[in-house]
C-alpha cells in the first residue's frame, strides 16, 4: 500500500523485528501498532497507505443512506435500532479483516444480521436512561465510512448533549475529521479530534481539547474494538462499550463469543442503573 521498494520493505521489516523484540510482553498493542505504522509511513514517505480505502468506503456507505433512513423510520424501538446499526458499521474494520473491499451488497447483509441477532451485554433500557441522565456526552468513533452508521445514533439522542470524536492523524482506516466531514456528522453535533493518531484513546497523548471533553463528559459511547483495547480498564467515567467482536482476544476479555454485537455498560460504582437499584433495594427488604 505504501508503495515501498523491495530495499525498504526489507529495511522496514528488520526494524520491524527489532521493535517486537524489544516490546515489553505488557506493551498495550495500540502502542505497537502507532509506532509499527509510524516507522512505515516515514520510510515509504507516504502519510496515509490507507486513503484510498476509507475513500471506497466513505463512497459505499454514503450509498446506504436510503437503507439506514427507512430502518429508522420502520422502527418501533429507535434507540435500539440505532445501536444496533452503529454495531454493523463495526464490521468495516481494515485491522480486524485485512483489506478487503468492503461491498454495498455486503453491507446491506450485515445490517439484517445484525437487526435479526440480540444485542449482547447490557440492556438498551439501561442505555436509554445513562442518556437520558448526562448532561454531556463524548461519543467517540472508529472507522472511515462507519461514521454513516453512526449517524441514526447520533441523531436520537438529544440535541445539544453529544460531541463525535475522531483520531488526530491518519493511522489504519480510522476515521479523522476529514471522514466525519464525509458523513455531515458536522449537521448533528460538534466534532473533536483526539490530537493523536493512535488507533484507540492513549490519554497522555491526547490534545488538551479532547482531554477535557473526555473529562467533562458524564458519558462516553466508544465505538469499535481499538477504543474497547484501551478503555476497557479505564476507571471513574461511565463508558457504553458498542462492538462487534471480532477476534479470540477480545471475545474472551470481553466475556462474548466472537462474531457478538455487543452493548456493555461500564459504569462507576454510584452510576448503577435505575433498575439495579431497585433489585437492591428489593433484595435488602427481603
Do not use: W
Not at 51 to 65: G, L, P, Q, T, Y
Not at 129 to 134: F, Q, T
Not at 150 to 158: A, E, N, S, T
Amino acid at each position: 500500500m505504501s508503495k515501498l521498494g523491495e530495499e525498504q520493505t526489507e529495511t522496514v521489516l528488520l526494524a520491524v523485528q527489532s521493535k517486537i523484540a524489544a516490546f515489553p510482553f505488557d506493551y498495550p498493542p495500540i502502542k505497537m501498532a502507532m509506532e509499527i505504522h509510524d516507522l512505515v509511513r516515514s520510510e515509504s514517505g507516504v502519510g496515509d497507505p490507507y486513503a484510498e480505502i476509507k475513500k471506497m468506503s466513505n463512497d459505499v456507505c454514503r450509498e446506504c443512506d436510503a437503507l439506514l433512513g427507512e430502518t429508522m423510520a420502520r422502527s418501533l424501538n429507535p434507540l435500539r435500532t440505532a445501536t444496533q446499526l452503529a454495531i454493523a458499521g463495526n464490521i468495516i474494520d481494515c485491522g480486524a479483516y485485512g483489506l478487503r473491499k468492503v461491498t454495498k451488497r455486503q453491507l446491506f447483509d450485515v445490517v439484517q444480521e445484525v437487526l435479526s441477532q440480540p444485542l449482547k451485554g447490557s440492556s438498551v433500557s439501561d442505555f436509554d436512561r445513562l442518556i437520558s441522565s448526562a448532561e454531556s456526552i463524548l461519543y467517540i468513533g472508529d472507522n472511515a465510512g462507519e461514521c454513516f452508521f453512526d449517524r441514526p445514533l447520533l441523531g436520537v439522542i438529544p440535541a445539544g448533549k453529544v460531541t463525535y470524536a475522531v483520531r488526530g492523524g491518519p493511522v489504519l482506516n480510522d476515521a479523522t475529521v476529514e471522514d466525519a466531514a464525509a458523513a455531515d456528522i458536522h449537521s448533528i453535533c460538534p466534532v473533536i479530534d483526539t490530537g493523536d493518531n493512535a488507533p484507540g484513546i492513549l490519554l497522555e497523548r491526547c490534545s488538551n481539547e479532547f482531554k477535557r471533553a473526555f473529562e467533562d463528559s458524564d458519558l462516553i459511547i466508544s465505538k469499535g474494538q481499538g477504543n474497547y483495547e484501551s478503555l476497557s480498564e479505564i476507571t471513574g467515567k461511565t463508558v457504553v462499550f458498542l462492538t462487534k467482536v471480532k477476534c479470540e482476544v477480545i471475545a474472551k476479555d470481553i466475556g462474548y463469543p466472537l462474531g457478538s454485537n455487543v452493548l456493555k455498560i461500564q459504569s462507576k460504582p454510584n452510576l448503577l442503573s435505575h433498575k439495579a437499584m431497585e433489585d437492591n433495594r428489593e433484595v435488602h427488604h427481603a
